[in-house]
């Protein structure tokens, strides 16, 4: 049997993960978020936190500016909702079953050094669905106390000190546990030899077919028809 | 696609399996180490923040003023009657007060219920006779990069004072050792640290933060 050349390897190969809308939710609300994440954390180093430009102690203005900006991004963000591919991602993510413990199950165990067939994952898995949550909810925790303290880095007359001093540790608290999150999310994303085909997929918008089939068989079976 | 030597491995391994989902997505070495990881972080993030104890350090000089206590001396001076400069075992000896206030910074932070030792400014303003001229005093730490000052009748106020004991201790360096003044109706930058000197003057001198466009009078709003 003769084997005809295959002239659509290349794109056989790879398969579209993330439309643009996802990939701009994503980003709107990631890239400030690190920038927001390494100002803040000069807090706590006072050499940094005293660098002044101009009269300005410079990291705690961009701080602040960045902040406001991320609000900004994440109002940008919500209105990706309107593109019909960024919904059908939220409800995959939103789409919690039985299968979703299975895995957990299944990657306990698997650790464990057992064996075990676990579910067949769709468009997410089920700890990817958990680090969305806990981002969403991160964020939206973070903007809302960050409100609060960039308004009366703005105005002190706005707000009372002592609510003011209620907020600042719940912000504080907050940003610094979700730090370990983050890193591991980034670990998983960049480094992980298994799992770091997904980086393309929120970069450049495709994964190779061959990792989404052992990664996101169901989801591919869905693609495939 | 060029993958690198750990993934190709990882894959070979992976296509021994009927299903791919029979192996976890992280071997445990690696599972281990960034539970390990993140635990530690995490750790680390609140012994940060509990070492803080609710504090955060401002400093306009680097690197922390240090003091050998056995050199220190306050000078206070201007236009009072009594000219005059303490050690630092001359200044335990003034007539002391404690009092228990909370701190209250411009970033929007606070301390309830911090206790200081030292001395109430009036004592201070007793001690030194401001002649009939002086209306402000102005507080100089070291190196004279940061100043703040306060009315005579703000010095007044009976919780005004300057303090060289924190919650039972002496001041750690990154709290203004050897003393500080303490406004707790003010924002935390009218309470210079490391004072060196205590200036009786006619007219409010701009201060550090003045200068830099904030208020001279940092009432607080509650």
């Known amino acids: 049997m003769t084997r005809l050349p295959d002239t659509t390897a290349e794109s056989d190969a790879m398969v579209r993960r993330f439309e643009v809308p996802t990939r701009l939710v994503h980003w709107l609300l990631a890239a400030p978020f690190v920038l927001l994440l390494l100002t803040g954390l000069t807090n706590f180093e006072p050499g940094l936190k005293a660098t002044q430009v101009g009269g300005v102690r410079v990291f705690a203005w961009l701080h602040v500016v960045i902040g406001f900006a991320a609000l900004g991004g994440a109002v940008l963000a919500l209105l990706q909702l309107s593109r019909r591919s960024a919904r059908t991602d939220l409800e995959a993510l939103a789409d919690v079953s039985l299968d979703d413990y299975l895995w957990f199950q299944h990657e306990a165990i698997t650790l464990a050094g057992g064996r075990s067939i676990g579910p067949r994952v769709g468009k997410f898995n089920a700890g990817q669905k958990v680090n969305a949550v806990v981002s969403a909810g991160a964020t939206v925790a973070l903007l809302g106390t960050g409100i609060v303290l960039g308004i009366n880095y703005v105005s002190k007359s706005v707000f009372d000190a002592s609510f003011v001093e209620s907020v600042f540790p719940w912000h504080t608290t907050i940003a610094l546990l979700f730090i370990p999150v983050l890193l591991g999310h980034l670990y998983l994303a960049v480094l992980n030899p298994s799992t770091r085909e997904s980086l393309q997929g929120i970069t450049r918008g495709i994964v190779r077919r061959d990792w989404a089939r052992r990664h996101h068989p169901a989801w591919l079976d869905d693609l495939e028809g | ?222």
């Open chain 2, 1 to 222: 696609m060029t993958n690198r030597p750990d993934e190709r491995r990882d894959e070979a391994e992976n296509s021994t399996g009927t299903r791919s989902t029979e192996r976890s997505l992280l071997s445990r070495a690696r599972f281990l180490a960034l539970l390990g990881g993140g635990a530690a972080v995490a750790f680390l993030g609140t012994r940060v923040l509990s070492a803080a104890g609710g504090w955060r350090i401002n400093t306009v000089e680097r690197p922390t003023p240090r003091f050998d206590l056995e050199d220190y001396r306050l000078v206070i001076d201007g236009l009072v009657e009594r000219p005059m400069t303490l050690s630092y075992d001359e200044l335990r000896e003034l007539p002391a007060v404690r009092q228990v206030s909370d701190f209250h910074c411009v970033e929007g932070w606070g301390v309830d219920d911090v206790q200081w030792d030292g001395v109430r400014l009036q004592t201070i303003i007793d001690l030194a006779r401001p002649t009939s001229e002086a209306g402000f005093i102005t507080f100089h730490s070291l190196g004279d990069v940061y100043r703040d000052s306060l009315s005579l009748q703000q010095a007044g106020l009976p919780d005004a004072m300057i303090a060289y004991d924190m919650d039972g201790s002496p001041l750690t360096p990154d709290h203004g050792l050897p003393l500080r003044t303490v406004m707790p109706r003010m924002f935390g930058y009218k309470g210079a640290k490391w004072l060196t000197r205590i200036e009786f003057r006619s007219e409010q001198d701009i201060g550090y933060w003045q200068e830099r466009g904030w208020r001279i009078d940092a009432w607080i709003n509650a």
